[in-house]
């Protein structure tokens, strides 16, 4: 399964391995694109970059965090951009990809929908022993795919009767 962070600067992406409600920490890291390049290259990079994480991890699934920003239009359109980019790079490969809230990703880590940055770290690293994100953005990438594998499983569950 894979985990989401856009940002056109940094693109986090975590990807772990779930069975029921048993996780594992396979890899993290983030994606930089470089700031001196034209809009056009770098969301160009992101695709490469994530097409090459796709191809060799093979997740069954993506999850993406939605993004909202409101302070600088030019800014939240280059991220709704990248947004898409990151949508469209696991779709391409025939994944189903996922969207969720920021703050239900925080909910589903931490269990409170507002919790801080520090804590969902700390969160990620109880939940995936092993995992030592260097970065948020890898962080906040593996909290989208726990949110996933939980909601997966709660939703099979349901399924089940």
Not at 1 to 28: C, E, Q
Not at 55 to 77: G, K
Not at 123 to 134: C, D, E, K, S
Request: net charge positive; charged share 20%.
């Amino acid at each position: 399964m894979l985990g989401l962070d856009p940002g056109l600067g940094a693109t986090g992406w975590g990807v772990i391995d779930a069975w029921g409600s048993s996780l594992r920490h396979v890899a993290d890291g983030v994606v930089e694109t470089d700031a001196a390049l034209d809009l056009a290259p770098r969301l160009a990079a992101l695709h490469a970059a994530l097409a090459a994480i796709i191809d060799r991890y093979r997740p069954d699934a993506a999850a993406v965090e939605e993004t909202f920003v409101n302070r600088n239009p030019r800014s939240t359109l280059k991220l709704g951009q990248a947004r898409g980019v990151v949508l469209l790079a696991p779709a391409l490969a025939g994944i189903p990809v996922a969207e969720y809230q920021a703050t239900a990703v925080k909910r589903a880590v931490t269990g409170q929908g507002h919790a801080a940055k520090e804590q969902v770290q700390a969160m990620v690293r109880h939940l995936l022993p092993g995992a030592a994100p260097g970065r948020a953005d890898a962080a906040d990438a593996l909290a989208v795919a726990i949110c996933h594998a939980h909601t997966r499983t709660t939703l099979a569950r349901f399924a089940r009767g």
